[in-house]
């Protein structure tokens, strides 16, 4: 496990990310595995942004890649960033209210 975080509002989602190139969410009021997902590098971060709208999870995965998972769907969507300085460790943060998204 390289990254782990619990849903902040309801805490009925546990985030887990792994160096194996793994992201597995977990419904933590039955304890199972609702969604595993297999990511392009390690999962060095996962973030969660709690909107309006719904609940959304920003999965780093390496240094170009962020994956935004979309909890009402359940549905992923790559986005292709920039590489960061190498050498960096890569992480990634929401803003307070889930408007924009950072990584590093």
Not at 11 to 26: Q, S
Request: charge should be negative; proline fraction near 3%.
């Amino acid at each position: 496990i390289n990254s782990i975080r619990l849903d902040p509002v309801a805490r009925r989602y546990l985030a887990v990310g792994c160096r194996d190139k793994t992201f597995t969410l977990y419904d933590t009021s039955a304890y199972i595995a609702i969604k595993t997902l297999e990511t392009p590098g390690w999962v060095s971060c996962v973030s969660w942004a709690n909107v309006e709208d719904g609940e959304y999870l920003a999965i780093r995965s390496d240094e170009t890649c962020v994956s935004i998972l979309d909890l009402a769907p359940m549905e992923k969507t790559n986005l292709q960033l920039s590489s960061a300085r190498e050498g960096q460790e890569y992480s990634c943060s929401w803003s307070h209210d889930g408007r924009y998204l950072a990584r590093t």
